[in-house]
Nanobody
């Protein structure tokens, strides 16, 4: 069983920055794909960014150039640095760990953390 514990988030003014963290338990972190997703009120959860076990990153167009995903395998932690925040970035943010065992994929999710961008 893997547990993902998120931290960070909160209230920030437009144009500000926040950093989210997601710490994983267990020993599979370094071989896992890690991702960040978000869900705004009344909307479906959407993908934000992913980072592969080898450090390859991908971003949704809406956050490209403003958000940076990174990982520290020694700390079993993935980060999401969010800069130039906009009101439309307001959402609950979730981290996700993806891996597979015997060819079967599986995911674990963090508990979610609120990010509110408002003046």
């Amino acid at each position: 069983q893997v547990q993902l514990v998120q931290s960070g988030g909160g209230l920030v003014q437009p144009g500000g920055s926040l950093r989210l963290s997601c710490a994983a338990s267990g020993s599979i972190f370094s071989s896992s794909v890690m991702g960040w997703y978000r869900q705004a009120p009344g909307k479906q959860r959407e993908w934000v960014a992913t980072i592969s076990s080898g450090g390859i990153t991908n971003y949704a167009d809406s956050v490209k150039g403003r958000f940076t995903i990174s990982r520290d395998n020694a700390k079993n932690t993935v980060y999401l640095q969010m800069n130039s925040l906009k009101p439309e970035d307001t959402a609950v943010y979730y981290c996700k760990l993806s891996n597979s065992r015997l060819g079967r994929p599986y995911d674990y999710w963090g508990q979610g953390t609120q990010v509110t961008v408002s003046s």
